[in-house]
Structures are given as structure tokens and as C-alpha cells.
């Protein structure tokens, strides 16, 4: 029998957002659709979705890519509601931002046009990023959802994933305007550094970065100079929130706490007196941009409350690395 609650789908499934949001999706009652690439070369081992409780009976897998975004066709059909969490990732930059940025922006619409012409969405959630946010030169402290990053006061910054933080700023504004100009109900929800354990194989970027100190990743040092962050599980709660949440309209930060990279050094000393943590003055040397802070106000408003601190995100992300044997 279908989920009393109906259908869905969830894009690029077999990421680190989309497949805890898929395992969150089925204990919620849903049915799920979720999207993965298919690999030319070797069929992808998709055990750890298809064996999750409750996926033999309300999850099928299709294939989708978004170079071919008539591809996800299929996916939506009959579906009320549409997680749209599939991005290129390419933190090293190996492609050019301009094909990167193409790439997500045409299959974002592609997928955007399936979900009107299915008739049965409702609404479609989409996964934005606090980089879409921070980065530009209007000051403050702390930015809300008014904030947009600025495409060339990134490229001067020439920082770190770049194509990354210029392909999702770029994609999110093409999503809004198509849902307003064709009268499509989009939310997007905008995590900052996601933090905690995983189901997917491999290593998620950012839960690598925020255990560079744990892991004495020295070259990933610079990027912890100031994040925000957030659990994965309050990511997923808020997606499934805010597609329930009648009143939800356009952008919304999700993020619970904000770390210094000496604040970080202090709360994991304190936390694992056993690692050999680097101190506050060994890391003194340590350059890189200081991001401002961000504000879930909005989101916090509608009644959203997070469930998880610092504690749980690092003491889940480490037991999950050992038990994966990253750590």
C-alpha cells in the first residue's frame, strides 16, 4: 500500500542530504522517488537506500542526470511534492564555473517545467546553500534571507570552491524567478555546513572540513575561521517541514550554531581530551575569510525548532567515521 501520505521525490538521492532525507522521508510515512546518476562504467551500489526500513515497499530508485533534464521526468510524475537536492559538486574546480553553473541552472529548470507539467505537485523544496548568502561587501554580522552573495565579489575572492558557491547562488535566483514568473510553489532551504553522521559511502565534504582538526587536515585549516553549521537530521526535519508548512514562501537559513576556528580548537579539546587536538596557539598562523553569521529567524517563526547542538553534530560525525573507517 502507497504512504498514507503520498509520493515524492527526491533529487541526486545518493548524496549526503538527500539520502538521510529519503532515510527521514520513509519513517515519515511518505513514498519516495529519488533520482540517482547512472554510471557508465560500473552500476552503483544503492544498498544502503534500497535497504533502509520501510524502502522494499515505498521507494523506487530512477535514473536521472542533470546534463539530460527531461531525465527526471519520470521521477516527478505523480508525485505531490519535489525535493530538488541534486548539484554538480566540484569543490576542486576541475571544470569551469561557467559549465558547472550551465549545468545546474538548465537541469534545475528542466526539473522545475516536469513539476508543472505533472499536474500533482504541490510543492517543490529546494536545497540551497548559505554560500548563496554570505559572500558579498554590505557588511554586518549576520545575514538573513534578504542577503545574496555577489557573483563577482566571489570571483575576486578567487576562494575555495568557487564554482560551487557561484553555481548554487545563480541557481537558487533562476529557481525563485521561475517559480514567481510561471506561479510555482518553491521554497528553498539554505543549510549552512551540514554536520553529523551519513548513510551514503562516501566521505561528505563537509563533514570532512569540520573535522579537519580532529582528522589534522592542516590544508582545510582556513575554512574554519568562522562557519556556521547545522545537524544533518535538523536539515532534513526542516525540508519536510517547510514542504508540510502551508504558509512557507521563498528562502530559509537553517542553521543552529557558529564556530571560530578558536572556539573550535577549545569546544574539541575540551570534548576529546584523547585527540591530539591542535591548540589555539599553534593555529595563530592560520589565514583565511572570516564568513559572516547567519540568521534562522525565519524559519525559526513558523514554529521549526532544532533538535540537535555542537555535541550531537561532532559526537555523531565522529562515531559515524569510525564505524566507516574514516577515523
Known amino acids: 500500500m502507497e ?8 533529487t541526486g538521492g545518493t548524496g549526503f542530504i538527500a539520502s538521510w532525507l529519503v532515510m527521514k522521508l520513509l519513517q515519515h510515512g511518505y513514498s519516495v522517488n529519488a533520482t540517482i546518476r547512472s554510471h557508465p562504467q560500473s552500476k552503483k551500489d544503492v544498498s544502503y537506500l534500497t535497504n533502509l526500513p520501510g524502502a522494499s515497499e515505498k521507494l523506487r530508485i530512477y535514473h536521472a542526470d542533470l546534463s539530460d533534464p527531461s531525465s527526471f521526468e519520470a521521477a516527478i510524475e505523480g508525485c505531490i511534492g519535489v525535493f530538488h537536492v ?3 559538486i566540484d569543490f576542486e574546480d576541475t571544470e569551469p564555473e561557467e559549465t558547472v553553473t550551465k549545468r545546474s541552472v ?3 529548470l528542466g526539473i522545475l517545467k516536469a513539476c508543472l507539467n505533472s499536474k500533482t505537485v504541490k510543492r517543490v523544496v529546494y536545497t540551497s546553500s548559505t554560500a548563496a548568502v554570505e ?4 557588511g554586518g554580522d549576520i545575514k538573513d534571507e534578504s542577503s545574496w552573495s555577489d557573483v563577482d565579489f566571489l570571483k575576486a575572492l578567487n576562494y575555495w570552491g568557487q564554482s560551487y558557491m557561484i553555481s548554487k547562488t545563480i541557481t537558487e535566483r533562476a529557481a525563485l524567478d521561475f517559480a514567481q514568473e510561471h506561479g510555482l510553489d518553491l521554497v528553498t532551504v539554505i543549510p549552512s555546513f551540514v554536520v553529523g553522521p551519513f548513510i551514503c559511502p562516501r566521505f561528505p565534504g563537509s563533514v570532512n572540513t569540520s573535522l579537519a582538526l580532529v582528522l589534522g587536515d592542516q590544508q582545510q585549516y582556513h575554512i574554519l575561521m568562522s562557519i556556521p553549521m547545522v545537524h544533518v537530521d535538523d536539515v532534513c526535519s526542516a525540508h519536510i517541514f517547510l514542504l508540510e508548512y502551508p504558509d512557507a514562501k521563498g528562502r530559509y537559513i537553517c542553521s543552529s550554531d557558529r564556530l571560530t576556528l578558536n572556539e573550535m580548537s577549545e569546544f574539541l579539546s575540551a570534548k576529546y581530551p ?5 591548540t589555539i596557539d599553534s593555529l595563530k598562523e592560520i589565514q583565511g575569510y ?3 553569521g547567519v540568521s534562522s529567524k525565519k524559519l525559526l517563526d513558523t514554529g521549526f525548532k532544532y533538535k540537535y547542538g555542537l555535541d550531537e553534530m561532532f559526537d555523531d560525525a565522529i562515531q559515524c567515521c569510525k564505524e566507516k573507517g574514516f577515523l
Open 3 to 10: 504512504g498514507d501520505k503520498g509520493r515524492v521525490c527526491v
Open 86 to 88: 541534486a548539484h554538480p
Open 106 to 108: 538548465e537541469g534545475t
Open 135 to 138: 559572500y558579498n561587501d554590505k
Open 274 to 278: 584523547q585527540l591530539p587536538i591542535p
Open 290 to 292: 572570516r564568513t559572516p
